[in-house]
């Protein structure tokens, strides 16, 4: 059992509210009550002032507001003691159950009464009747049927649909009665069976986590968000929403480091939390959830996981309780929605849906025409401008710090995760660092492969090194660069403690070519190379669904036709008649230039845009949409970026025209 579930269980188990509890008194009694303490009051004060007897004191405040109420002068009128008979009023009113009958003398001695044996909690009026539950209400079960329901009826169609289903429809509550009822109950019960389990959790009690008694680098926490913006492909760049892999400390709210990806998966959060490591040190705890790029073979094998080699124990949350990530789910919202609402592109949910599909259509033209839109930014740009979103939050106050005086300001504030973990350095925190050179070993994804014949097969890639010729039939560690597929480390697999570890360097292993590729394919390019071919494969099932719909819509049912038997009738044949021709001189129209090679039209449109044709035109678009043609046009010193600027200010012409 959770900490959270046993503290909920424990405040659970507490014992119910006592007979005395129950009955406190709601707003209409206390007031009822508090106005009859003031009226006792002051008969006592009458009796004390005026020197009168208790029934003396009761008549006379029933004669002086009686006249009150009619305007005309009360007894005490003039007296240095003179009562306030419009507060008295006011109470008088309140005191009683029914204020059209007054107080009467006989009422006025009830309330002594009742004072002086059972206290002044005696004087609020009783409950004229006892309520019924709404849970036991006759109909309320068989109405909670057709109400509790996901796809969240209204009273009235409930209530229809309840009706309907009843032999006697006359047995059916109101419209009043039931939302009489619905509003008696609980802000939970209400929403039960219409909201699911997880929906319901945000409206239940929960437990807040401390952190004060954590130390930097105890806890890092981190999540995936795919960015709410699109910017340019880092490969095709057409338009497309990044993943953003945060790593934040959990003790000083610092993002320790982040990480921008095409997808979330291992090697996203493997370099996320590459940087947190070697630029704020090696965490204790790492707190994830529970997706596949958290939950996998790099990060949890016994011999080959990062976790294991690093010495992080890892922690997962309890699956669909995003509440118990808050701190990066409030990250999320701080640094990654801004920013993304800060580019043109945004596609967010609260983006005006007219904004949205201009900018949508803007870009795919774009694309479709030059190869590249302006509203995209590039990936390189747009990795800086993440570096400076994380660098203003961490110098920022943040609400869940501790405060402290500003030295400048002289107002107490709250902390930035910057200077909070310097404020724990200054207390001589130190993190556990790794240099540059442990951490491409200790970061270095490891697989475990058997040696054949001083040979290692990894990712269709075979790598060879005479060093492992005492190893063939054994099994090693074998560390591998995801950017670079040329050689891979070789280790043995040594036991420590009970666990099985990455162990002597026994040789960096070169690629040596195999039966399928002749080039080595590094983990990254593998990993794209599947993507495209599993999209591939759905596009051809798209395009197979379309061509069965075209077939049965080709194959309909011709009509016979009659057909006419008509006799030919005979041909006169013209007189011919011979003429002199005369040579007439035709004007010769100029030769179409021919280009061999889009590379060459390429050309000749940067030195002479005005003679491209509108066919020409079409052909250098559809290059600029190609990374094939775009590469040889680098290749062969076209200046791109100059071309697309050419056909742009074409089209900008035709339009002013």
């Given at each position: 059992?959770?900490?959270?579930?046993?503290?909920?269980?424990?405040?659970?188990?507490?014992?119910?509210?006592?007979?005395?509890?129950?009955?406190?008194?709601?707003?209409?009694?206390?007031?009822?009550?508090?106005?009859?303490?003031?009226?006792?009051s002051e008969i006592e004060r009458r009796v004390i002032v005026h020197e009168l007897s208790r029934r003396q004191a009761c008549l006379q405040l029933i004669s002086d507001l009686s006249l009150y109420g009619k305007?005309?002068?009360?007894?005490?009128?003039?007296?240095?003691?003179?009562?306030?008979?419009?507060?008295?009023?006011?109470?008088?009113?309140?005191?009683?159950?029914?204020?059209?009958?007054?107080?009467?003398?006989?009422?006025?001695?009830?309330?002594?009464?009742?004072?002086?044996?059972?206290?002044?909690?005696?004087?609020?009026?009783?409950?004229?009747?006892?309520?019924?539950?709404?849970?036991?209400?006759?109909?309320?079960?068989?109405?909670?049927?057709?109400?509790?329901?996901?796809?969240?009826?209204?009273?009235?169609?409930?209530?229809?649909?309840?009706?309907?289903?009843?032999?006697?429809?006359?047995?059916?509550?109101?419209?009043?009665?039931?939302?009489?009822?619905?509003?008696?109950?609980?802000?939970?019960?209400?929403?039960?069976?219409?909201?699911?389990?997880?929906?319901?959790?945000?409206?239940?009690?929960?437990?807040?986590?401390?952190?004060?008694?954590?130390?930097?680098?105890?806890?890092?926490?981190?999540?995936?968000?795919?960015?709410?913006?699109?910017?340019?492909?880092?490969?095709?760049?057409?338009?497309?929403?990044?993943?953003?892999?945060?790593?934040?400390?959990?003790?000083?709210?610092?993002?320790?480091?982040?990480?921008?990806?095409?997808?979330?998966?291992?090697?996203?959060?493997?370099?996320?939390?590459?940087?947190?490591?070697?630029?704020?040190?090696?965490?204790?705890?790492?707190?994830?959830?529970?997706?596949?790029?958290?939950?996998?073979?790099?990060?949890?094998?016994?011999?080959?996981?990062?976790?294991?080699?690093?010495?992080?124990?890892?922690?997962?949350?309890?699956?669909?309780?995003?509440?118990?990530?808050?701190?990066?789910?409030?990250?999320?919202?701080?640094?990654?929605?801004?920013?993304?609402?800060?580019?043109?592109?945004?596609?967010?949910?609260?983006?005006?849906?007219?904004?949205?599909?201009?900018?949508?259509?803007?870009?795919?033209?774009?694309?479709?025409?030059?190869?590249?839109?302006?509203?995209?930014?590039?990936?390189?740009?747009?990795?800086?401008?993440?570096?400076?979103?994380?660098?203003?939050?961490?110098?920022?106050?943040?609400?869940?710090?501790?405060?402290?005086?500003?030295?400048?300001?002289?107002?107490?504030?709250?902390?930035?995760?910057?200077?909070?973990?310097?404020?724990?350095?200054?207390?001589?925190?130190?993190?556990?660092?790794?240099?540059?050179?442990?951490?491409?070993?200790?970061?270095?994804?490891?697989?475990?492969?058997?040696?054949?014949?001083?040979?290692?097969?990894?990712?269709?890639?075979?790598?060879?090194?005479?060093?492992?010729?005492?190893?063939?039939?054994?099994?090693?560690?074998?560390?591998?660069?995801?950017?670079?597929?040329?050689?891979?480390?070789?280790?043995?697999i040594d036991k420590f403690d009970g666990n099985e570890l990455p162990g002597r360097l026994i040789c960096v292993a070169e690629f040596a070519g195999n039966e399928t590729r002749y080039v080595p394919k590094s983990?990254?390019?593998?990993?794209?190379?599947?993507?495209?071919?599993?999209?591939?494969?759905?596009?051809?099932?798209?395009?197979?669904?379309?061509?069965?719909?075209?077939?049965?819509?080709?194959?309909?049912?011709?009509?016979?036709?009659?057909?006419?038997?008509?006799?030919?009738?005979?041909?006169?044949?013209?007189?011919?008649?011979?003429?002199?021709?005369?040579?007439?001189?035709?004007?010769?129209?100029?030769?179409?230039?021919?280009?061999?090679?889009?590379?060459?039209?390429?050309?000749?449109?940067?030195?002479?845009?005005?003679?491209?044709?509108?066919?020409?035109?079409?052909?250098?678009?559809?290059?600029?949409?190609?990374?094939?043609?775009?590469?040889?046009?680098?290749?062969?010193?076209?200046?791109?970026?100059?071309?697309?600027?050419?056909?742009?200010?074409?089209?900008?012409?035709?339009?002013?025209?």
């Amino acid at each position: 059992m959770s900490a959270q579930s046993a503290l909920v269980q424990k405040q659970a188990e507490k014992p119910l509210a006592t007979d005395g509890e129950k009955t406190t008194p709601n707003a209409r009694q206390s007031a009822m009550m508090q106005a009859r303490l003031a009226i006792l009051s002051e008969i006592e004060r009458r009796v004390i002032v005026h020197e009168l007897s208790r029934r003396q004191a009761c008549l006379q405040l029933i004669s002086d507001l009686s006249l009150y109420g009619k305007g005309l002068a009360t007894s005490d009128a003039g007296h240095m003691h003179e009562a306030d008979y419009s507060a008295l009023a006011q109470m008088a009113a309140t005191a009683v159950d029914r204020p059209k009958m007054g107080m009467s003398l006989r009422t006025l001695y009830n309330w002594f009464e009742a004072r002086e044996q059972r206290g002044a909690q005696n004087l609020a009026p009783k409950l004229k009747k006892k309520k019924t539950p709404v849970n036991e209400l006759p109909w309320f079960a068989g109405f909670l049927k057709f109400y509790a329901r996901p796809s969240k009826p209204t009273i009235t169609d409930a209530l229809e649909n309840y009706r309907a289903s009843l032999s006697n429809p006359d047995d059916a509550p109101n419209y009043k009665q039931v939302r009489t009822a619905i509003a008696k109950l609980g802000a939970v019960e209400r929403h039960k069976g219409r909201e699911g389990a997880l929906t319901l959790k945000a409206r239940l009690a929960y437990v807040s986590r401390c952190t004060d008694d954590l130390m930097p680098g105890s806890v890092y926490t981190a999540d995936g968000k795919t960015f709410e913006a699109e910017i340019a492909h880092l490969l095709t760049g057409h338009p497309f929403r990044p993943e953003l892999t945060p790593v934040l400390d959990v003790a000083t709210r610092k993002c320790v480091g982040f990480s921008v990806s095409l997808k979330e998966n291992c090697i996203a959060v493997a370099d996320a939390l590459r940087v947190a490591a070697c630029e704020s040190g090696i965490p204790a705890i790492f707190y994830v959830d529970n997706g596949p790029g958290y939950k996998n073979k790099t990060h949890d094998a016994d011999v080959t996981g990062m976790m294991g080699r690093l010495g992080i124990t890892k922690m997962h949350s309890i699956a669909y309780n995003s509440q118990a990530r808050g701190i990066i789910e409030r990250f999320h919202r701080s640094v990654w929605t801004p920013l993304a609402k800060s580019l043109p592109t945004y596609i967010g949910e609260d983006m005006d849906r007219e904004a949205r599909k201009r900018s949508y259509q803007k870009t795919r033209k774009e694309i479709a025409e030059f190869g590249s839109s302006s509203s995209l930014m590039e990936w390189d740009d747009f990795v800086h401008l993440c570096k400076e979103a994380v660098e203003r939050y961490n110098n920022q106050p943040h609400s869940g710090l501790p405060k402290f005086r500003d030295p400048e300001s002289g107002r107490k504030r709250h902390m930035s995760p910057n200077e909070c973990w310097q404020s724990h350095v200054a207390q001589g925190f130190e993190p556990v660092t790794v240099t540059p050179d442990e951490a491409d070993e200790l970061f270095r994804p490891h697989v475990i492969r058997t040696v054949q014949r001083c040979l290692i097969n990894w990712n269709t890639n075979t790598y060879f090194h005479m060093g492992l010729e005492q190893y063939n039939g054994i099994k090693v560690a074998v560390g591998v660069d995801v950017k670079d597929g040329s050689r891979v480390w070789v280790r043995e697999i040594d036991k420590f403690d009970g666990n099985e570890l990455p162990g002597r360097l026994i040789c960096v292993a070169e690629f040596a070519g195999n039966e399928t590729r002749y080039v080595p394919k590094s983990y990254e390019d593998a990993a794209i190379e599947n993507r495209a071919k599993a999209q591939l494969r759905l596009i051809g099932k798209k395009v197979e669904r379309v061509e069965d719909q075209l077939r049965g819509s080709r194959l309909l049912e011709a009509t016979s036709e009659p057909v006419i038997d008509v006799l030919a009738k005979p041909v006169i044949e013209p007189e011919v008649l011979e003429l002199e021709a005369t040579p007439v001189a035709v004007p010769q129209k100029p030769k179409r230039r021919v280009f061999g090679t889009d590379v060459e039209l390429a050309a000749f449109a940067l030195e002479q845009p005005d003679q491209l044709t509108e066919n020409q035109k079409k052909i250098l678009r559809g290059c600029l949409a190609r990374k094939t043609d775009l590469d040889l046009f680098r290749l062969s010193n076209i200046d791109v970026d100059a071309l697309r600027d050419t056909l742009r200010s074409d089209i900008s012409t035709h339009k002013n025209q």
